[in-house]
C-alpha cells in the first residue's frame, strides 16, 4: 500500500517569509495528491490538490507542485500571515479509496 | 455546502466497555472514512467503506469494526475499548467510488478510556 513521508514536523517563519512543505510517496499508482490545513480544534479542510496529469497548481498565495519520477509534491505558501498557523497534512492514493496521510507539519507564523 | 456530523464530540469510556462512533453525511456521498489522529503519526485510516453494507479494512483495523446499513451513515465499533484506544478519532465522506474527490471531515470525537 501506500506510505506518505512528510517533512518538516514543524516549521517556524516570520509573517511575509515563505513556507515549504514536502512530502514523498512510495505508490507510483497513486494520482490523486490533496493537501489538508487543519486549525487547533477544527476538522481538516482541503486547501488545494493536484492531479497527477498536472505539474504545478496555483491558488493565490498556496501552490503545490508534484515530480511524479521522483514521487514527491510539496507545498508553498507565500506572504505567510498569522492565519496561516495550523497543521497541514498531505496524502497521496488512487482514487481516493485508498488515500493515505502524512504525519503532519505544524506551521508557526510569528507575526 | 456538505455537512459531516459526528455523534459526540467528547466520550469517556472504561476498558471492556463496547463503544459506538456514529457519522452522518448528507450529501449523499459513496465514500465513507474512518480514521484516528494520534501526534506525530498524522490521520491513520481505519476503514472506508465505498458503498452500503460494504466494508473495506484501512493500515489499522484491528480491535475496531465497521457497520453501513444505510448510505448516510457510518458506524465505528469498538467491540472492548482498550486505553490504546484513546484517540481523536475522524469521520470523512466523499463523493464516488473511482474518483479523485475531496474528503470533507467531521468535527471529530475525543475518545478516552480508563
Known amino acids: 500500500g501506500e506510505n506518505v513521508e512528510q517533512h518538516p514536523s514543524t516549521l517556524s517563519v516570520q509573517e511575509g517569509d515563505s513556507a515549504v512543505i514536502k512530502c514523498t510517496y512510495s505508490?507510483?499508482?497513486?494520482?490523486?495528491f490533496p493537501w489538508y490545513k487543519q486549525e487547533l480544534g477544527k476538522r481538516p479542510q482541503l486547501i488545494i490538490d493536484?492531479?497527477?496529469?498536472?505539474g504545478e497548481k496555483k491558488d493565490q498565495r498556496i501552490a503545490v507542485t508534484l515530480n511524479k519520477t521522483a514521487k514527491h509534491f510539496s507545498l508553498h505558501i507565500t506572504e505567510t500571515q498569522p492565519e496561516d498557523s495550523a497543521v497541514y497534512f498531505c496524502?497521496?492514493?488512487?482514487?481516493?479509496?485508498?488515500?493515505?496521510f502524512g504525519a503532519g507539519t505544524r506551521l508557526t507564523v510569528k507575526p | 455546502d456538505v455537512k459531516v456530523t459526528q455523534s459526540s464530540r467528547y466520550l469517556v469510556k472504561r476498558t471492556g466497555e463496547k463503544v459506538f462512533l456514529e457519522c452522518v453525511q448528507d450529501?449523499?456521498?459513496?465514500?465513507m472514512f474512518w480514521y484516528r489522529q494520534d501526534p506525530g503519526l498524522g490521520l491513520r485510516l481505519i476503514y472506508f467503506s465505498y458503498d452500503v453494507k460494504m466494508k473495506e479494512k484501512g493500515d489499522i483495523p484491528e480491535g475496531y469494526s465497521v457497520s453501513r446499513e444505510k448510505k448516510e451513515r457510518f458506524s465505528l465499533i469498538l467491540e472492548s475499548a482498550s486505553t490504546n484506544q484513546t484517540s481523536m478519532y475522524l469521520c470523512a465522506s466523499s463523493l464516488g467510488r473511482g474518483r479523485s474527490d475531496t474528503q470533507y471531515f467531521g468535527p471529530g470525537t475525543r475518545l478516552t478510556v480508563l
Open positions: 493536484i492531479r497527477s496529469n498536472v
Open positions: 450529501m449523499d456521498h459513496e465514500n
Open positions: 496524502a497521496a492514493g488512487y482514487n481516493n479509496n485508498d488515500m493515505r
Open positions: 505508490d507510483s499508482a497513486s494520482n490523486y
